[in-house]
């Protein structure tokens, strides 16, 4: 840090430093090492009138300022993303952070950020050990049309997770996990719906200091080139980029060159609307943990073969109680995606879940829907094998919550799961056992009976297995709609 003169006061070390000083004087936030000047708070009259990261200048004396330079340890960060915010009406954004250790307290802050990466506002965030802090964005930021794109972190030793919600209230929602891991290679957006009827939009972050070139690649064969400045967020629609017209042709897309992207993709109608995660993950193995009932519901599949060449799966089906059931086979054409209703892979009466294992790696999720098409909810696999523990992040107050846990493994699991309050509180405890590769899907409430989990807001969970988890949240006005996987 430079300027010419602090009054007598040292340069600071570490995060935070304050000073006061009685003329008129540019700040510079020169870094020692190992530390990373994060922003300058700087404050008039006891209320916070700028946030930035860029160079000040200041007059104490006729302006009474005091001015906070904060640094972080760049060796020791933790980041939560939010890459998508929208408060512009009829939408509104919520979004949820968990600390998941169970004895640190979490310290870190919420920054808000414009489109083009500029700071617009700063949340100091505490949660004791197991704490939640849930937000609507429009609700606990003044600047919040502004913002579009949320930035979490800590230098706190601490375990964390959280999600975003985008919904427009009596219409639709969707939940997606919060970015903790930034993508490192091509990203694949395996679902591309741009009809009448839907229209897919995407969501961008570039977390670089630089600007990126990126080049998407469209299932059709064309492609286009966009530019993303560093730290800025982009939006658009797949019909915008072909001058607002429908692309009912192109059905999934490859976006190069993208280390240091992060994002999302919504898709919609007038009545559903879903979303996924951009990333750069894919596997030669997918779980598909559900098959909704199907008198009232029908499930549908993705599972999309980013490789230039094709790739042959098997579809290995199981029965609620693990029992493996007849398997099936097909061919992935490279570059292309398997989509369809469940009930039409012809699998057994008796499938309650089911696996894809395929010679190319490839990335899929589940969608769900009621058959009226009144709702929608996306579960996105992660193409991980299951986890041995994870958090529910939110339990519905205004609906229900459903869960669903398959065993992944031939040996049997023990799962014990506790319901907190946003303190960190546990309210009930109950422990389940599933045999090797067998399934169990049940109302929140109901694994916890007769234990009451009415002031809960989460579940946490623990297993000697591998387990793999996912939750539906639904509205009492059966409008509302969306799925998580069990963040870990």
């Known amino acids: 840090m430079s300027s010419n003169d602090f009054s007598g006061n040292p340069i600071p070390p570490y995060y935070p430093a304050d000073y006061t000083c009685s003329d008129t004087y540019t700040l510079t936030a020169v870094p020692a090492t190992g530390y990373a000047f994060d922003y300058w708070k700087v404050e008039a009259n006891g209320s916070t009138v700028i946030y930035t990261t860029n160079s000040i200048t200041v007059n104490t004396a006729s302006q009474s300022k005091s001015v906070t330079a904060y640094f972080i340890d760049t060796l020791d960060v933790t980041y939560l993303y939010f890459p998508h915010v929208t408060t512009r ?25 414009s489109n083009s990466g500029v700071l617009l506002e700063v949340m100091d965030v505490t949660l004791g050990p197991r704490g939640r802090k849930q937000i609507t964005v429009a609700n606990d930021f ?20 959280g999600y975003t919600k985008f919904f427009q209230s009596g219409a639709y929602r969707t939940a997606i996990p919060a ?12 679902h591309i719906a741009s009809n009448n009827n839907f229209w897919t939009g995407v969501s961008l972050v570039n977390t670089n200091n630089q600007a990126k070139a990126l080049v998407i690649n469209f299932s059709d064969g064309r492609s286009k080139n966009y530019t993303i400045n560093a730290n800025e967020h982009k939006i658009f629609t797949i019909a915008g980029l072909f001058g607002g017209q429908p692309q009912t042709g192109i059905k999934s897309a490859v976006i190069s060159n993208a280390s240091g992207i992060i994002g999302l993709e919504l898709f919609g109608s007038t009545t559903q609307l879903d979303g996924l995660l951009l990333t750069d ?3 030669t193995t ?8 199907q008198e ?7 599972a999309y073969n980013p490789s230039a060449a094709a790739s042959d799966i098997t579809i290995t089906p199981f029965s609620q109680d693990g029992t493996a059931l007849a398997t099936s086979n097909l061919t992935i054409g ?14 057994p009466e008796q499938t309650a879940w089911f696996k894809i294992d395929a010679t190319r790696a490839l990335s899929g999720f589940e969608l769900f829907s009621t058959l009226d098409n009144s709702q929608l909810a996306a579960y996105a696999e992660s193409g991980s094998a299951g986890a041995l523990a994870g958090v529910f992040p939110k339990i519905e107050k205004n609906g229900w919550t459903g869960i669903a846990f398959v065993n992944t493994e031939a040996t049997n699991a023990s799962i014990t799961l506790r319901a907190y309050n946003d303190n960190g509180g546990v309210l009930a405890t109950t422990t389940i056992s599933l045999n090797g590769y067998e399934k169990v899907v049940a109302m929140a409430e109901q694994l916890f009976t007769p234990r009451p989990i009415t002031n809960a807001t ?12 996912f939750q539906l949240n639904g509205s009492s006005d059966k409008k509302m709609l969306d799925a998580l996987p069990a963040l870990n």
């Open 89 to 113: 009406s009829p939408w509104q954004t919520e979004i949820a952070i968990i600390n998941t250790s169970t004895n640190q307290t979490l310290n870190g802050t919420l920054k808000a950020k």
């Open 142 to 161: 003044v600047n919040h049309a502004n913002i579009g794109y949320i930035v979490f972190s800590t230098n706190t030793v601490a375990e964390v997770e």
């Open 179 to 190: 970015v903790k891991e930034i993508n490192t290679s091509n990203i694949y957006i395996s």
């Open 281 to 283: 993950d894919t596997a």
């Open 286 to 293: 997918i779980y598909y943990p559900h098959v909704a009932n």
């Open 296 to 302: 009232s519901w029908w499930t549908g599949i993705v």
């Open 334 to 347: 490279g570059k292309e995606k398997y989509i369809g209703l469940v009930k039409n892979l012809d699998l």
């Open 458 to 469: 989460y579940i946490a969970f623990s297993a000697t297995g591998n387990v793999v988890g």
